[in-house]
């Protein structure tokens, strides 16, 4: 062996030497045993030192699939940092979990000019975990509550959630630590808790109107905009647009939230999206001509102000100048979708 094989490798030689001194001086059993002891704290010891984190973001990096009024866009891009997360990868046990807790922890301690408001962590690639991380665990979560900010847990495989849910030292309460199923659910969870923080500028909106106003250029054009606009509410549950239906209409959503959903033979809809209040819904199919290629629920009480293909015609041929700030406002708002779909792949690609 070189001496720079041996500097590499000497936790190995010194296993190695052990458990030759064992067997001389004990027996052959003897050193066997202790060699699997001995590995066995060698491989704890070596494994701690890998990082099970695999790409850490905050609220600026990665977003939820929610489309937000521009007032709150703004505000969680400036105010992103407070929501930090974490893709944990790999096996998680006593060693790599403490590890983890404590660069955690020490996070906490040197955020002391915009503190961490939710903290998340995401299971994705983790493939399992044993039952001593469910201890590590409950200290983030108190160090959490300690710092009054909240742990989310996301993408969780049953067995891991099983583990961390047993016995008097279950991590998640429902108060302080709280599950997901997706990451994006959790990233929209942190979003709103930060946004409930701020409600001088949560409720800063003011009148529709008045927003409308700004996104069409003044109030002269607005008005002629808003002529040919119709007024609807839905309940939760009530559907503002099939899939495959004829690309008729663009709904401008005023209050509510709703969900955007693709419909799989012999599956479960999946959802897309996430709408809130100022959000725009159906332009791509409107301008394109092609069939809806998603269907959109209500998922609270919601209004809207639906321009149908009629109306936007007969405003072309009355007033060119609001058809014209009605496009330009629809091209503003596919422009922040590429941006935002953009950011998630690049996002992702790290």
């Known amino acids: 062996l070189s001496w720079g094989s041996l500097a590499r490798n000497w936790p190995e030689f010194l296993l190695t030497c052990l458990i030759a001194a064992l067997i001389l001086t004990t027996g052959y059993l003897e050193g066997l045993a202790g060699g699997l002891v001995g590995a066995a704290l060698l491989f704890a010891y070596t494994y701690s030192r890998v990082s099970v984190v695999r790409r850490a973001f905050s609220r600026r990096d990665r977003s939820s699939a929610v489309d937000r009024m521009p007032e709150h866009a703004r505000l969680l891009a400036e105010e992103g940092g407070r929501i930090q997360g974490f893709d944990l990868h790999g096996y998680l046990f006593f060693a790599t979990s403490s ?88 990233l929209e969870w942190a979003e709103e808790d930060l946004l409930r923080g701020h409600a001088d500028v949560a409720g800063a909106d003011g009148e529709f109107g008045r927003w409308l106003a700004r996104q069409f250029g003044g109030e002269e054009i607005a008005g002629a905009v808003m002529e040919h606009l119709e007024r609807l509410t839905f309940a939760a549950g009530d559907r503002l647009v099939e899939q495959g239906a ?16 693709l419909e799989r033979p012999g599956a479960p809809p999946l959802r897309l999206r996430s709408m809130a209040s100022h959000a725009v819904i159906g332009e791509m199919g409107f301008y394109r001509g092609h069939p809806r290629a998603a269907a959109v629920v209500a998922a609270a009480e919601t209004t809207t102000l639906r321009m149908r293909r009629d109306a936007y015609d007969r405003m072309a041929a009355a007033h060119p100048a609001a058809a014209a700030a009605f496009d330009r406002f629809i091209i503003r708002t596919l422009a922040d979708r590429l941006t935002y779909a953009n950011s998630e792949l690049a996002g992702h690609a790290l």
């Open 99 to 186: 590890r983890l807790v404590e660069d955690l922890k020490r996070r906490f301690q040197e955020r002391t000019d915009a503190p961490i408001t939710s903290l998340i962590l995401d299971f994705r690639l983790v493939s399992g975990v044993d039952v001593t991380t469910a201890f590590s665990f409950a200290k983030l979560r108190n160090a959490c509550e300690e710092h009054g900010a909240t742990l989310l847990l996301s993408g969780m495989q049953p067995a891991v959630a099983e583990t961390l849910a047993a016995g008097r030292q279950s991590v998640v309460d429902g108060r302080v630590a709280r599950r997901f199923e997706t990451l994006d659910g959790a």
């Open 246 to 261: 004829p690309p008729d209409s663009v709904d401008l959503i005023v209050s509510g939230r709703v969900g955007v959903f």
